[in-house]
Every structure is written in structure tokens, then in C-alpha cells.
């Protein structure tokens, strides 16, 4: 019987497992399918507070868990591929093991959505980026390019073009999901193009390793082209991890789990961290302060349990 595990190894869940460590509970941390999180997709991370110079995401995520196991927190391979919830201890199964715990922490994350081109899977971390505030810094003076035709896709195009020379927005149709106040924000702007009606058929350059441009398919016409660019920004949404938990946790619309107060979830003994509940700020920083806030709750509950 474990008093708490936590699910997720991204800055949400090692966060939590360096409180829960240090309170002696001994979390036991389950990595998930990708392990490190987001962060152990992208490349220097420059916004997180403690590091002047900047530290690569994979490393600040090792340095994480390294912290975590220093005070006993033990990790495992592997992902819950089923969960009970319906009574405590709550049972989980993780590659076919089952274990219990007393609590339960949830910091699966969210994944972002791709275009899923071969090419641009390759070149994520190379000028494919799926975060305009964690990369943006890097295209200063160069051509970037956002897809979508979201609120997000409108933010992150805005967002850019305080460093891009040009901001070119690719969206699949020729009308917008994002709301008015964002469009309108966008379309104001002279820095940014909208190309549309046309899908990215091909990110290049593998050979380089480097993104230096795509190959553009106008879907009414059905012409090609090439365009170049130097940052990919695929903004297409986000998925959360939660299809596990689907029937027994409270979940938004879009799967986000909802929160019922602090890191609180709709069950007792069951808490919440990170981009997994948060769809606002998505950061490195607010997902270990989310892991914090669940480790918290999970100490004092537990302490007031007798445990
Ligand atoms: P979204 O609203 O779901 O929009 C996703 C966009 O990506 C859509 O335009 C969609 O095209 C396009 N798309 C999806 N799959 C694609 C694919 N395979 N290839 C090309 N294009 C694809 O997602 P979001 O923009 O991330 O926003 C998510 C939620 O967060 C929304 O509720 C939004 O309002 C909110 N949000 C709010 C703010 C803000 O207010 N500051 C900022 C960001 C996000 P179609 O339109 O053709 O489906």
C-alpha cells in the first residue's frame, strides 16, 4: 500500500514528488508514456526563475527527479492503463501490475496536438516548436510561422511577432474558430499574413536538422509550394491526459479534469497538478507550483488521517 502516487514525471509531478518525498511518504512517481513531460521535448528554457544563463528542459527535469529520489521518491516506468476511484484505497493498474494507494496524485499532463508529418516529428526541439512563449525568444529577426485558426494559434502569432520579422498564420479553412476579440487583435497587426485555406504538406530541412522551410498545399487548388521559414509554431491545441479517468473524474468539455477547489478534484483523496487541469498558463513554473499545492494536500490530509 503506497500512501501516494504520483502519475506524471513532468515539473508538475517531480515537483510534488520532491514535497511528498521530503514529508517521508515515500511517493512512488509513474513516469508515463513521455517521460520528463514537455519540457523533455524542447530545447533551453530561459523563464524558469534559478537559472541566469538557462538550462536545457531535459536536464532541469532530470535535476528534478534526481532532487525527488534524493529524498525517496522512487520512479517506474510505464503508464496507467486503468483506474479505480471508486472507493480508497484507489487501485491502479500500470502495465498490467496492480498497486493501491491512499492518495493519488495527478500530473499526466497535456500533450499538444501535431500536425503528425514524419518531418515535423523530427524537427521538434529544430525549429518546430509547439510553444510560442517557451521558444519564441529564439527567432528573433527571422520568419516564423503559426498554424491554426484557434485562440491559441491568434495568441502565439501575436506573441511573435515582437521577435519574428514575419509572422506568416496557415489555417486549413477560410473561417476562424478563435473568438472576435482575438481574430480582430491578429488581423490588426501588420507584422502577421494569414495564408488560408492551405495545409503544411512537408517540413524541411532533415538533412540539415534544422527547419528551413515547408511545403504549402493550397486545399482548394490543390497548387504546392515552398515557403521559407525558420520557426514552425504548430498551434492546433492540446490534449489532455485523461482518458483514464474518464466516468469517475469530474472533466471539462475537452477533457480537462475540473477543479473543485485548490489542487482538489471531485474525489476526496484525489488531487490535481499542472497542464492535466491547467489550460490557461501551461508553464513550467505554474506546473511545479501545482505539484506543490497537491503534495501539500495530500501531507495533510494523510496527517490527518493518522497515516
Ligand atoms: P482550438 O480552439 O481547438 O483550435 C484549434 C485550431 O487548430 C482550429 O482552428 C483547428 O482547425 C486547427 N486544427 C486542428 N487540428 C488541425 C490539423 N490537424 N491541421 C491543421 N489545423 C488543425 O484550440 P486552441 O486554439 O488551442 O484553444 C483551446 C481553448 O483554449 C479554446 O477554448 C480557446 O478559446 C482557449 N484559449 C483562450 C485563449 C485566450 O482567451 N487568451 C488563448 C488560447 C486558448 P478548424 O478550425 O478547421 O477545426
Not at 510553444?131 to 491559441?152: E, H, L, P
Not at 475537452?254 to 487541469?277: E, K, L, M, P, W
Request: aromatic share 6%; with cysteine.
Amino acid at each position: 500500500m503506497h500512501n501516494v502516487v504520483i502519475i506524471g514525471s513532468g515539473c508538475a509531478g517531480n515537483t510534488a514528488a520532491i514535497y511528498t518525498g521530503r514529508a517521508g511518504l515515500a511517493p512512488l512517481v509513474v513516469k508515463g508514456r513521455e517521460a520528463g513531460g514537455q519540457l523533455s521535448l524542447t530545447t533551453e528554457v530561459e523563464n524558469f526563475p534559478g537559472f541566469p544563463e538557462g538550462i536545457q528542459g531535459p536536464e532541469l527535469v532530470e535535476n528534478m527527479k534526481k532532487q525527488a529520489e534524493r529524498f525517496g521518491a522512487v520512479y517506474r516506468d510505464g503508464n496507467v492503463l486503468a483506474a479505480d476511484l471508486s472507493k480508497r484505497p484507489f487501485r491502479l493498474n500500470i502495465e498490467g501490475e496492480e498497486i493501491e494507494t491512499r492518495t493519488l496524485i495527478i500530473a499526466s499532463g497535456a500533450r499538444a496536438r501535431w500536425l503528425d508529418l514524419p518531418s515535423e516529428q523530427k524537427l521538434i526541439g529544430h525549429g518546430v516548436s509547439s510553444c510560442a512563449t517557451c521558444d519564441g525568444f529564439f527567432y528573433r529577426d527571422k520568419q516564423i510561422m503559426v498554424v491554426g485558426g484557434g485562440d491559441s494559434a491568434m495568441e502565439e502569432a501575436n506573441f511573435l511577432t515582437r521577435f519574428g520579422r514575419n509572422v506568416a498564420l496557415v489555417h486549413r479553412r477560410d473561417s476562424f474558430r478563435a473568438s472576435k476579440i482575438m481574430l480582430d487583435r491578429a488581423k490588426a497587426n501588420p507584422k502577421i499574413e494569414f495564408i488560408m485555406n492551405t495545409a503544411i504538406d512537408e517540413v524541411y530541412d532533415l538533412e540539415q536538422n534544422l527547419v528551413t522551410g515547408v511545403k504549402l498545399r493550397n486545399l482548394v487548388t490543390g497548387e504546392t509550394s515552398r515557403r521559407d521559414v525558420d520557426g514552425l509554431f504548430i498551434a492546433i491545441g492540446h490534449i489532455p491526459n485523461t482518458q483514464v479517468f474518464e466516468g469517475q473524474l469530474d472533466l471539462d468539455k475537452d477533457g480537462y479534469i475540473v477543479s473543485h477547489g485548490g489542487a482538489r478534484t471531485n474525489i476526496h483523496g484525489v488531487f490535481h497538478a499542472g497542464d492535466v487541469q491547467d489550460r490557461t498558463y501551461r508553464q513550467a513554473i505554474t506546473a511545479s507550483g501545482a505539484g506543490c499545492m497537491a503534495a501539500i494536500e495530500v501531507e495533510r490530509l494523510l496527517e490527518a488521517e493518522g497515516h
